[in-house]
């Protein structure tokens, strides 16, 4: 009945096609998701309701020109309470889920509102400008508000997921607790792309210093001032990531037996080292532990005076390890081209995007028909060969 009535009249489908989030509740015009300002300046989100007027099946002119108001009394961008259409703060209950707290009135010049549009467009207007004064990607329109007032683990609003209503896929890696073991080229760029997403903790594990060589390979730019000092590379780069997120854990070590522990309790591991004893270590106490992984590598060679090579991803989880074997743990693969630190940036965000794609998938972020467990990208055929 509820949708049937807004799709037979104008103004009510007019609200729900440009995207409020509208309903019928026991006879009321319910707009919820509105954003508004309190006094401690905060962006929040109100729900506005008033009784409609119908004549059968079709909305008549409203009655007055007043709604009331769930929510905290709306300011301006300043937290000054506004008063110029708050009548009152009034209690009362439409049904257990929605109970105004506050009833305002805004009257046209012409007396009356013409429609159910005009009038709760006004008074969305009048409650969002100030917040959009604050924050302008905010929206009574197609915006998931719910996620919006979450605590968040980003130091401002992701609204670019909540403006396109994916945020619940964004959701089954909330609560994630992620290591990235090397950050090198790769380890860099996985941990810039780890970064934009709403994981718990991201734990970063190196034992080296950045140096000229570092500032070629990572995401970003480092400036000369910043290479004089040099920091250790999870420093640099908690100092550098934590200026977008919370929840980032620095380890100024290289994982050996005394401290692969430091492994246990996460959810899911990034390896992008190359030193082969160390890597058995991990891969071992991983395997020990359940915890899934992705091992990240690259061969590179000269031929005829240009770079060839392929990209790995292996993808280890508990229930199956079949593709081990494709990880190199023996000291050769210590050495070669790449070990060497050479520049090649785009093949190190590829490696990372690989390893990247591989947990998405484990966690249905990204929709799989097939696992791919281990996959090569041959640089020259441009190919990427994937076994399941």
Sequence with gaps: ???????????????????????????????????????????????????????GEKTAPPE?????????????????EDKSFVNSAQTHTLNSDIVGSYYFSSKPQ??????????????????????????????????????????????????????????????????????????????????????????????????????????????????????????????????????????????????DESNVALLDGHDFVFIAIDKAEAKKIIIKHLMDSKIPFVDLGMGISVVNNSLRGTLRKTFITPENHSYLGKIALEQTADEGIYSQNIQITELNALNAVLGILAWKKMNGFYLTENVFYNSTFIIDEEEIKNET
């Design 110 to 255: 012409s007396g009356n509102y013409s429609d159910f549009y005009t009038k709760m467009t006004k008074y969305i207007e009048l409650l969002s400008a100030p917040a959009k004064s604050i924050d302008p990607s905010v929206s009574a329109q197609n915006f998931e508000y719910e996620f919006y007032s979450d605590i968040s683990v980003f130091k401002y609003r992701d609204t670019n997921t909540a403006r396109a209503g994916l945020s619940h896929i964004s959701e089954r890696i909330k609560d994630q607790k992620i290591a990235i073991v090397g950050l090198g080229g790769t380890g860099s760029f996985v941990l810039d792309f780890v970064s934009k997403t709403p994981v718990k903790q991201i734990s970063l594990f190196d034992g080296d210093e950045m140096f000229n060589h570092n500032a070629f390979r990572i995401p970003g730019a480092m400036t000369l001032d910043e290479l004089e000092q040099k920091p250790s590379k999870v420093s640099y780069f908690k100092g550098k990531y934590e200026k977008f997120r919370y929840g980032i854990i620095d380890h100024d070590v290289f994982l």
């Design 1 to 55: 009945m509820s949708t049937q009535l807004i799709d037979l009249n104008d103004d009510l489908r007019r609200l729900k096609d440009e995207g409020y989030n509208i309903c019928i509740v026991s006879e009321n015009l319910v707009v919820r998701g509105i954003p508004y300002v309190n006094k401690e300046k905060k962006i929040l989100f109100g729900t506005l309701y008033c009784p409609l007027k119908l004549s």
């Design 64 to 80: 007055d020109h007043t709604v009331r108001f769930m929510g905290e009394h709306p300011c301006d961008q300043f937290g000054t």
